[in-house]
Protein backbone atom coordinates (compact mmCIF):
# COMPACT_ATOMS: atom_id res chain seq x y z
CA UNK A 1 0.00 0.00 0.00
CA UNK A 2 2.65 2.07 0.95
CA UNK A 3 4.16 1.81 -2.67
CA UNK A 4 1.16 2.73 -4.27
CA UNK A 5 0.66 5.98 -2.41
CA UNK A 6 4.56 6.65 -2.99
CA UNK A 7 3.83 6.46 -6.96
CA UNK A 8 0.41 8.25 -7.15
CA UNK A 9 1.81 11.14 -4.93
CA UNK A 10 5.07 11.28 -7.06
CA UNK A 11 3.32 10.99 -10.27
CA UNK A 12 0.34 13.43 -9.27
CA UNK A 13 1.41 15.18 -6.23
CA UNK A 14 -1.26 17.58 -4.42
CA UNK A 15 -4.05 15.99 -7.12
CA UNK A 16 -2.89 12.24 -6.19
CA UNK A 17 -3.03 13.33 -2.29
CA UNK A 18 -6.34 14.55 -2.50
CA UNK A 19 -7.67 11.50 -4.50
CA UNK A 20 -6.20 9.08 -2.25
CA UNK A 21 -8.30 10.99 0.59
CA UNK A 22 -11.26 10.72 -1.45
CA UNK A 23 -10.90 6.92 -2.04
CA UNK A 24 -13.13 5.64 0.58
CA UNK A 25 -16.04 7.94 -0.93
CA UNK A 26 -15.28 6.65 -4.32
CA UNK A 27 -15.60 3.05 -3.62
CA UNK A 28 -19.11 3.94 -1.24
CA UNK A 29 -20.73 5.09 -4.26
CA UNK A 30 -19.79 2.72 -6.57
CA UNK A 31 -20.37 0.01 -4.60
CA UNK A 32 -24.17 1.79 -4.33
CA UNK A 33 -24.72 2.24 -7.83
CA UNK A 34 -23.17 -1.15 -9.32
CA UNK A 35 -24.48 -3.39 -6.31
CA UNK A 36 -21.24 -4.27 -5.20
CA UNK A 37 -20.37 -5.93 -2.09
CA UNK A 38 -17.42 -7.18 -0.02
CA UNK A 39 -14.77 -4.89 -1.32
CA UNK A 40 -11.27 -5.44 -0.81
CA UNK A 41 -8.15 -4.07 -1.51
CA UNK A 42 -5.76 -6.94 -4.14
CA UNK A 43 -2.11 -6.98 -2.76
CA UNK A 44 0.97 -5.49 -4.79
CA UNK A 45 -1.09 -2.45 -5.69
CA UNK A 46 0.86 0.07 -8.15
CA UNK A 47 -0.68 3.05 -10.16
CA UNK A 48 -4.00 1.98 -9.78
CA UNK A 49 -6.66 1.02 -7.10
CA UNK A 50 -7.77 -2.20 -7.04
CA UNK A 51 -10.52 -4.13 -5.30
CA UNK A 52 -11.96 -7.52 -5.53
CA UNK A 53 -15.37 -8.40 -4.16
CA UNK A 54 -19.01 -9.40 -5.81
CA UNK A 55 -21.51 -8.01 -7.90
CA UNK A 56 -24.99 -10.16 -6.12
CA UNK A 57 -22.92 -13.46 -6.46
CA UNK A 58 -20.82 -12.72 -9.15
CA UNK A 59 -16.73 -12.16 -8.38
CA UNK A 60 -15.71 -9.04 -9.49
CA UNK A 61 -12.51 -6.34 -9.63
CA UNK A 62 -13.11 -3.04 -9.36
CA UNK A 63 -10.11 -0.98 -10.72
CA UNK A 64 -9.88 2.60 -9.51
CA UNK A 65 -7.41 5.39 -11.54
CA UNK A 66 -6.59 8.96 -11.93
CA UNK A 67 -5.74 8.00 -15.47
CA UNK A 68 -8.85 8.14 -16.76
CA UNK A 69 -7.69 8.05 -20.20
CA UNK A 70 -5.86 4.97 -19.89
CA UNK A 71 -8.62 3.47 -18.64
CA UNK A 72 -10.95 4.27 -21.32
CA UNK A 73 -8.64 3.09 -23.77
CA UNK A 74 -8.01 -0.49 -21.38
CA UNK A 75 -12.06 -0.79 -21.61
CA UNK A 76 -11.80 -0.45 -25.58
CA UNK A 77 -8.75 -2.81 -25.77
CA UNK A 78 -10.95 -5.41 -23.30
CA UNK A 79 -14.20 -4.78 -25.41
CA UNK A 80 -11.86 -5.08 -28.70
CA UNK A 81 -10.27 -8.41 -27.65
CA UNK A 82 -13.81 -10.12 -26.09
CA UNK A 83 -13.55 -13.52 -26.66
CA UNK A 84 -10.02 -13.71 -27.21
CA UNK A 85 -9.20 -14.99 -24.07
CA UNK A 86 -9.60 -11.66 -21.86
CA UNK A 87 -11.38 -10.84 -18.99
CA UNK A 88 -15.33 -9.79 -19.59
CA UNK A 89 -15.76 -6.16 -19.44
CA UNK A 90 -18.79 -5.12 -16.79
CA UNK A 91 -18.96 -1.60 -16.66
CA UNK A 92 -17.13 1.47 -16.84
CA UNK A 93 -17.27 5.33 -15.91
CA UNK A 94 -14.50 8.09 -15.70
CA UNK A 95 -11.86 6.59 -13.36
CA UNK A 96 -13.44 3.22 -12.86
CA UNK A 97 -13.78 -0.43 -14.45
CA UNK A 98 -15.80 -2.77 -13.45
CA UNK A 99 -14.62 -6.32 -15.05
CA UNK A 100 -15.02 -10.17 -14.28
CA UNK A 101 -12.86 -11.49 -11.57
CA UNK A 102 -10.83 -14.19 -12.48
CA UNK A 103 -10.86 -17.58 -10.38
CA UNK A 104 -8.42 -18.97 -8.23
CA UNK A 105 -6.97 -15.81 -10.22
CA UNK A 106 -3.32 -16.63 -9.62
CA UNK A 107 -0.53 -15.42 -12.20
CA UNK A 108 1.88 -16.67 -13.99
CA UNK A 109 4.35 -15.34 -11.87
CA UNK A 110 3.71 -18.18 -9.88
CA UNK A 111 5.49 -20.11 -11.86
CA UNK A 112 8.64 -18.13 -11.92
CA UNK A 113 11.42 -19.31 -12.17
CA UNK A 114 11.18 -23.04 -12.24
CA UNK A 115 8.42 -23.76 -14.95
CA UNK A 116 9.97 -21.87 -17.37
CA UNK A 117 8.88 -23.92 -20.62
CA UNK A 118 5.43 -24.22 -19.36
CA UNK A 119 4.87 -20.89 -18.54
CA UNK A 120 6.30 -19.62 -22.32
CA UNK A 121 3.69 -22.26 -23.89
CA UNK A 122 0.51 -20.57 -21.98
CA UNK A 123 1.60 -17.14 -22.98
CA UNK A 124 2.50 -17.94 -26.82
CA UNK A 125 -1.08 -19.47 -26.34
CA UNK A 126 -2.42 -16.03 -25.10
CA UNK A 127 -0.55 -14.16 -27.77
CA UNK A 128 -2.22 -16.67 -30.45
CA UNK A 129 -5.47 -16.25 -28.95
CA UNK A 130 -5.26 -12.48 -28.91
CA UNK A 131 -4.06 -12.31 -32.52
CA UNK A 132 -6.66 -14.85 -33.92
CA UNK A 133 -8.42 -12.53 -36.01
CA UNK A 134 -7.10 -9.27 -37.35
CA UNK A 135 -9.37 -6.34 -35.38
CA UNK A 136 -10.77 -3.87 -37.84
CA UNK A 137 -11.50 -0.48 -36.15
CA UNK A 138 -8.21 0.47 -34.40
CA UNK A 139 -9.06 4.11 -34.00
CA UNK A 140 -8.85 5.63 -30.47
CA UNK A 141 -5.39 3.61 -29.92
CA UNK A 142 -2.05 5.35 -29.57
CA UNK A 143 1.35 3.54 -31.49
CA UNK A 144 4.52 2.27 -30.76
CA UNK A 145 5.61 5.57 -32.48
CA UNK A 146 3.57 7.89 -30.06
CA UNK A 147 5.24 5.98 -27.25
CA UNK A 148 8.88 6.00 -28.79
CA UNK A 149 8.20 9.58 -29.53
CA UNK A 150 9.52 9.59 -25.78
CA UNK A 151 12.98 8.27 -26.21
CA UNK A 152 13.90 11.64 -27.80
CA UNK A 153 13.57 13.97 -25.05
CA UNK A 154 16.82 14.18 -23.55
CA UNK A 155 17.96 12.30 -20.60
CA UNK A 156 21.39 12.39 -18.98
CA UNK A 157 21.58 9.24 -16.98
CA UNK A 158 20.76 7.07 -19.76
CA UNK A 159 24.11 8.45 -21.77
CA UNK A 160 25.00 6.14 -24.78
CA UNK A 161 22.05 3.73 -24.10
CA UNK A 162 19.49 6.16 -25.61
CA UNK A 163 21.35 7.12 -28.73
CA UNK A 164 21.14 3.05 -29.25
CA UNK A 165 17.88 3.07 -28.78
CA UNK A 166 17.02 5.98 -30.99
CA UNK A 167 19.02 4.44 -33.97
CA UNK A 168 17.08 0.96 -33.55
CA UNK A 169 13.45 2.14 -32.83
CA UNK A 170 14.17 3.85 -36.32
CA UNK A 171 15.51 0.57 -37.88
CA UNK A 172 12.45 -1.12 -36.04
CA UNK A 173 9.81 1.19 -37.24
CA UNK A 174 11.06 2.20 -40.71
CA UNK A 175 11.20 -2.04 -41.27
CA UNK A 176 8.22 -2.61 -39.60
CA UNK A 177 5.49 -5.30 -40.15
CA UNK A 178 1.69 -4.74 -40.44
CA UNK A 179 0.53 -3.18 -37.59
CA UNK A 180 -1.57 -5.03 -35.34
CA UNK A 181 -3.58 -3.85 -32.01
CA UNK A 182 -1.66 -5.63 -29.30
CA UNK A 183 -2.03 -5.84 -25.80
CA UNK A 184 1.45 -3.67 -25.16
CA UNK A 185 1.73 -4.93 -21.46
CA UNK A 186 1.63 -8.22 -21.17
CA UNK A 187 3.63 -9.79 -18.58
CA UNK A 188 3.69 -12.34 -16.29
CA UNK A 189 1.32 -10.67 -13.81
CA UNK A 190 -1.62 -9.85 -16.12
CA UNK A 191 -2.16 -13.18 -17.15
CA UNK A 192 -4.02 -14.78 -14.51
CA UNK A 193 -5.72 -18.84 -13.69
CA UNK A 194 -9.72 -19.00 -14.72
CA UNK A 195 -11.19 -22.35 -14.12
CA UNK A 196 -8.94 -24.94 -16.37
CA UNK A 197 -7.51 -22.27 -18.68
CA UNK A 198 -5.89 -18.64 -18.54
CA UNK A 199 -7.23 -15.05 -18.94
CA UNK A 200 -5.66 -12.23 -19.56
CA UNK A 201 -6.26 -8.67 -17.88
CA UNK A 202 -4.96 -5.33 -18.39
CA UNK A 203 -3.96 -4.51 -21.80
CA UNK A 204 -2.86 -1.02 -22.82
CA UNK A 205 -4.19 -1.06 -26.31
CA UNK A 206 -1.54 -0.32 -28.60
CA UNK A 207 -0.86 -0.34 -32.15
CA UNK A 208 2.48 -2.17 -33.54
CA UNK A 209 3.72 -5.31 -34.66
CA UNK A 210 3.80 -8.56 -33.20
CA UNK A 211 7.72 -8.79 -32.18
CA UNK A 212 7.23 -6.10 -29.75
CA UNK A 213 4.05 -8.01 -28.27
CA UNK A 214 6.81 -10.27 -26.71
CA UNK A 215 9.07 -7.72 -25.04
CA UNK A 216 7.29 -7.05 -22.13
CA UNK A 217 7.07 -11.07 -21.02
CA UNK A 218 10.84 -11.46 -21.29
CA UNK A 219 11.68 -8.87 -19.21
CA UNK A 220 9.01 -9.96 -16.14
CA UNK A 221 9.08 -10.32 -13.49
CA UNK A 222 10.36 -7.13 -12.79
CA UNK A 223 11.04 -7.77 -8.99
CA UNK A 224 13.25 -11.53 -9.49
CA UNK A 225 14.60 -11.81 -12.95
CA UNK A 226 16.92 -8.61 -13.28
CA UNK A 227 18.58 -10.04 -9.91
CA UNK A 228 18.52 -14.02 -10.69
CA UNK A 229 21.73 -15.47 -11.45
CA UNK A 230 20.76 -16.98 -14.73
CA UNK A 231 18.83 -13.52 -15.69
CA UNK A 232 20.91 -13.35 -19.35
CA UNK A 233 20.41 -17.31 -19.78
CA UNK A 234 16.76 -17.23 -18.70
CA UNK A 235 16.21 -13.88 -21.12
CA UNK A 236 17.85 -15.46 -24.18
CA UNK A 237 15.53 -19.17 -23.61
CA UNK A 238 12.68 -17.10 -23.66
CA UNK A 239 13.46 -15.18 -27.09
CA UNK A 240 14.54 -18.03 -28.82
CA UNK A 241 11.44 -19.88 -27.82
CA UNK A 242 9.41 -16.68 -28.74
CA UNK A 243 10.55 -16.74 -31.75
CA UNK A 244 10.33 -20.40 -32.48
CA UNK A 245 6.79 -20.52 -31.36
CA UNK A 246 5.38 -17.45 -33.21
CA UNK A 247 7.59 -17.64 -35.88
CA UNK A 248 9.19 -14.22 -35.31
CA UNK A 249 13.09 -13.53 -35.72
CA UNK A 250 14.81 -13.59 -32.73
CA UNK A 251 17.16 -10.90 -33.64
CA UNK A 252 14.58 -8.49 -34.12
CA UNK A 253 12.84 -9.30 -30.59
CA UNK A 254 16.75 -8.36 -28.75
CA UNK A 255 16.37 -5.46 -30.44
CA UNK A 256 12.84 -4.37 -29.49
CA UNK A 257 13.68 -5.64 -25.84
CA UNK A 258 16.36 -2.89 -25.45
CA UNK A 259 14.42 -0.31 -26.87
CA UNK A 260 11.56 -0.93 -24.83
CA UNK A 261 13.88 -1.14 -21.68
CA UNK A 262 15.33 2.01 -21.87
CA UNK A 263 11.71 3.40 -22.99
CA UNK A 264 10.43 1.93 -19.03
CA UNK A 265 13.73 3.60 -17.99
CA UNK A 266 12.75 7.14 -19.64
CA UNK A 267 8.90 6.47 -18.10
CA UNK A 268 10.62 5.53 -14.57
CA UNK A 269 12.12 8.88 -14.36
CA UNK A 270 9.33 10.84 -15.90
CA UNK A 271 7.33 9.06 -12.71
CA UNK A 272 10.33 10.41 -10.35
CA UNK A 273 10.74 6.21 -9.84
CA UNK A 274 14.15 4.86 -9.48
CA UNK A 275 14.67 2.93 -12.44
CA UNK A 276 17.20 -0.13 -10.78
CA UNK A 277 15.34 -2.84 -12.18
CA UNK A 278 15.48 -1.47 -15.93
CA UNK A 279 18.97 -0.11 -15.59
CA UNK A 280 19.75 -3.89 -14.99
CA UNK A 281 18.14 -5.29 -18.04
CA UNK A 282 18.97 -2.66 -20.34
CA UNK A 283 22.72 -3.88 -19.63
CA UNK A 284 21.15 -7.39 -20.28
CA UNK A 285 19.96 -6.42 -23.48
CA UNK A 286 22.73 -4.04 -24.76
CA UNK A 287 24.92 -7.17 -24.11
CA UNK A 288 23.47 -9.48 -26.82
CA UNK A 289 22.11 -6.90 -29.14
CA UNK A 290 25.16 -4.91 -29.79
CA UNK A 291 27.48 -8.50 -28.60
Known amino acids: MLLFENNIINIYGNVGQKWLDNLPHIINDLA ?15 YNYVLSGFQSENPIILKLSLDTKGLIIE ?26 RAIPGYSLKEFFPN ?35 ALDKPCEQLGQSLIKARTLRDELLNTTDAPILLHGDLHHDNILAHDNNWKVIDPKGVIGELSYEVGCFIRNPLDDLPSHSDSL ?46 KHLTDIFDELVFK
Not at 121 to 131: G, P, Q, W
Not at 250 to 272: G, H
Open 75 to 100: TSALKAFKGRGVVEVLDQTGGALLIE
Open 115 to 149: RETEVIAIACEAIKKLHSVPIINQNGFSTINDWLA
Open 233 to 278: KIITNRINAFSKNLNLDPDRIAKWCFVQAVLATVWSLEDNITPTSF
Open 32 to 46: TQWHLSDLKPVENLS
